[in-house]
C-alpha cells in the first residue's frame, strides 16, 4: 500500500522560508517520480515541482528560483524547500507520486504567508 505523508507546514512572514518533507511508503522509491502540488481556496490544484527517480526536475514558473525540490532515496523522502514566500504561495501544498503509472497523494498540509 503506498502512503504519502507530508510534514513542515505552517506560518510564515513574506520573504520567510518553510521546508517540507514527505516519506514516502509501499513504493521502490528511485522507481518513483516524487512531485508537489498546491491547491489554494476557490482555485484548481496546480503543479509545483517534480523530480525524477535520477534528480530531473521541473517547476512552475511561478516558483522557478525560490523553491527546490530535492530526494534522499535512502531516506525515501522528498522536500521542498521554499524561500522568499508570497502571500500567493499560501495554500494546501500536496505531496504525489507517480508510481507504475498510477498517482498517489498525501493529505496535504497547509502554508499560510502573511504578515
Known amino acids: 500500500q503506498v502512503q504519502l505523508v507530508e510534514s513542515g507546514g505552517g506560518s510564515v512572514q513574506p520573504g520567510g522560508s518553510l521546508r517540507l518533507s514527505c516519506a514516502a511508503s509501499g513504493v521502490i522509491f528511485p522507481l518513483a517520480t516524487m512531485g508537489w502540488y498546491r491547491q489554494a481556496p476557490g482555485k484548481e490544484r496546480e503543479l509545483v515541482a517534480t523530480?525524477?527517480?535520477?534528480?530531473?526536475?521541473i517547476y512552475a514558473e511561478s516558483v522557478k528560483g525560490r523553491f527546490t525540490i530535492s530526494r534522499d532515496n535512502a531516506k525515501n523522502t522528498v522536500y521542498l524547500q521554499m524561500n522568499g514566500l508570497k502571500r500567493d504561495d499560501t495554500s494546501v501544498y500536496y505531496c504525489y507520486t507517480d508510481y507504475v503509472g498510477t498517482q498517489y497523494w498525501g493529505q496535504g498540509t497547509q502554508v499560510t504567508v502573511s504578515s
Open positions: 523530480i525524477t527517480g535520477i534528480g530531473s526536475t
